[in-house]
Nanobody
Framework: QVQLVESGGGLVQAGGSLRLACAAS????????MGWYRQAPGKQRELVAA???????NYADSVKGRFTVSRDNAKNTVYLQMNSLKPEDTAVYYC?????????WGQGTQVTVSS
């Protein structure tokens, strides 16, 4: 089992910034992928950004150039720096940890961007 604890959500005005963090604990295997998904009301959960333990990143087109995903392998922690936030970024953001068929999710943290 892997437990994920997220922090850093909140309310921010359009154009502002937030930083999310997610710490993993439990049966951590060094080779894995961590990242962030989000789900807005009435919409499906979608990938925001992900990063492998080797540092390879992947971003949704809608956040490229504005969001940066990073990780500290020694701390089993993944971060999401969100800049130039837009109202359409409003959603519950979920941390994800994955390796092969194993997938774990955080409890979610609300990000609200006001116009």
């Amino acid at each position: 089992q892997v437990q994920l604890v997220e922090s850093g959500g909140g309310l921010v005005q359009a154009g502002g910034s937030l930083r999310l963090a997610c710490a993993a604990s439990g049966r951590i295997v060094s080779i894995n992928i961590m990242g962030w998904y989000r789900q807005a009301p009435g919409k499906q959960r979608e990938l925001v950004a992900a990063i492998t333990s080797g540092g390879i990143t992947n971003y949704a087109d809608s956040v490229k150039g504005r969001f940066t995903v990073s990780r500290d392998n020694a701390k089993n922690t993944v971060y999401l720096q969100m800049n130039s936030l837009k109202p359409e970024d409003t959603a519950v953001y979920y941390c994800h940890w994955g390796r092969n068929a194993y997938n774990y999710w955080g409890q979610g943290t609300q990000v609200t961007v006001s116009s």
